[in-house]
DNA sequence: CTGTTAGCGCGTTCAC
DNA sequence: GTGAACGCGCTAACAG
């Protein structure tokens, strides 16, 4: 191993002028600068970041907690969270947490002991219920899950409007028994049902609301126990994520129905498969890139200036009418 | 900060000791491992990691470097590695060199400066096709490309034999004109290719084969133009990947085509939405978790026998026949 | 079984 | 503008 010593010695200086140097501190001539970058080249030096951040004690990795990589939506998150980190010098430590309370607690404290300059974190109910800023060590940005009331930075989607939105457009359609599968431990389904309520009620509407986990194989269960409850056929089912989008459709499929034939459909999240099914499904769509990339420029403020205002940045749904959502009587593709 | 010399003055010990328990080393009394814990309790002690990995000099972290994350093969095989990692008290860096070899320089070079314990690489073409393990400071588990004399671990699935039973099928359905759309870029593609090539000359048949990039935005390009080139539609259409499959299908509706009536379809890897598009679609499934766990056990005994001889673990594709590649006067669903 | 102590490689004073 | 020297927190070698 070459050490930074060896660096000063091959270039006829001290450890200190090729710290310096290193670090891009002012007050070096040019002439030192360039002797040290030729030995750091010659010798291919490479500083020990163990050492570094031992005396140092800071640290150019950030954390991302998502709470379920298998989600489109987290990876699309995730790689602007990295493109703008590695933009800024900074490496991403990314830990899928898989909506696990015991994993979320785990990584957290891992990123302690890592001593991570700050973290993204998609964070389950229960720590989003008794959330406090103090509890961490380093500073954190929420990301797609946030109340009202939390006090913290955040970037989110406005969830209430963006359920209303697409289920009033269900309404308009012509669509009256409305069913919503929702994530019920997140408090962004929550949010989401909150807005399907508030549309159904400004119609004079009954809901119909499923509680379930929310994973395409908990969906598609959840569905099936549904059809299988012999009751009448909503008009329409919204799903509150993609990933509850997708369990439905599977249940539809296994049970034979269409859509918008038999029951309408729509959902949130544009994942490319919503666009290959016959007829192309209705969704809500967000803008994950922009949300990734508010959340680490977020993060990056706060690490600047620790003691600025929490500010919270709400991003607005994109509504893409296909022909999934149509009322039974004016199909189209 | 609370020090191990903090610890150590509580519990009435030398940092020895309770360096030794912490490290669950042998050689102490149980009354000490007591006191020290019950100390390490009451303070909160969490050990500094860079001080530890400064001076032993080794780590507890692996890397896992992914092609590109957008992908679900590598999402489930870094599930897979997580899984095993995490219950053997190793962390994992999950890195995503988006089939860039600079971004892939870029990450083993950070892995180099992490001074990680060992890494789960899908490499680029270039970087296989000058492979040596003398290249790198830590041991190095190739997943899913891998050169047949290339002389390092791997686990990878019989590409050859793959692709070959899936036209094979497509032939036996008794299509004829059989396309085959592939990543060029990696050595899976390019051994696809060969299994397709082999399974066409073994019915006297010839290929029809587009070379591109491995993603859905490059393969339904490619297949529009292939579309706008004007000549009679092939029998069938064969996918190296799953992101090229579902860019084919993208295409394929733009174009308002449909499967298998048109043109049959079959690819790779078992994707959820490849069973809700009506008919679902003919693949062959990848074994995703068992292709990770192999690797991350591969590499933890390397690391624990670093000697040992160069083992290339081969695993078998499921052939899932579904309703996109039957014969266009046998349609099912 | 337990304690003392050197030093991992680096950043950062403080002299010069 | 540059160099000498201390110590970050920990592990491991050695002494007892």
Redesign the interface.
Known sequence: MVRILDVAKHAGLSVASVSRVLAGLPGVSEATRERVMASVEALGY??????R??RSRRTDTLGLIVSD??N?YF?EV??AV?DVAYAHGM?V??C?ADEDPEKERFYL??M????VAGVILSPTLSLLARYRPADFPFPVVLVDRCENDTPADAVVLDNVDAAQRLVRHLIDAGHRRIAFFYGAASATGRQRLQGYQEALAGAGLAPIAQALKPT?DEAQAAMRRFLQGGGALPDAVVASSGLIL?GL??AL?EAELRFPDDVALAGFDDM??T????P?ITVMAQPTYDIGRSAIERLLARIAQPEQAVHRIVLRGELLVRGSSAASNTKTV
Chains 1, 2 share one sequence.
């Open positions: 490479r500083p020990n970041l163990a050492a951040r031992l990589i298998r489109p990876v995730g790689r990295e490496r430590m990314l899928n404290d891992m302690r002991d890592e001593n395409a997708l459709v599977q499929r490319p498969w666009r290959v099914v016959t192309a």
